[in-house]
Nanobody
């Protein structure tokens, strides 16, 4: 069973930075990729960034140029470096592992104050 553990969330002031990490318990041969999604209260969960098994990256327009997703295969871990944070980045950030199914982490709260 694939299990995900996230860390690195917290409270920061606008313009600050945070680094999220997500470690997966095991990988599968049918892996498509991993990514980060976020959800604010009353809103749908949305894609933030993803990285495929071939290391192709995709970013949502609001975070392009500010966020960077990366992967350390030796540690089965992905990271999300978030710079120049804005209040609208506030939400619960979820890590996702995608193979034939969607595997979700517990989520970590990111709060950006103005």
């Amino acid at each position: 069973q694939v299990q995900l553990v996230e860390s690195g969330g917290g409270l920061v002031q606008a313009g600050g930075s945070l680094r999220l990490a997500c470690t997966v318990s095991k990988t599968t041969v049918t892996e498509i990729g991993m990514g980060w999604h976020r959800q604010a209260p009353g809103k749908h969960r949305e894609l933030v960034a993803m990285i495929t098994s071939g290391l192709i990256t995709v970013y949502a327009d609001p975070v392009k140029g500010r966020f960077t997703i990366s992967r350390d295969n030796a540690k089965n871990t992905i990271y999300l470096q978030m710079n120049s944070l804005k209040p609208e980045d506030t939400g619960v950030y979820y890590c996702k592992y995608q193979d034939e199914f969607e595997h979700w982490g517990q989520g970590t709260q990111v709060t950006v104050s103005s």
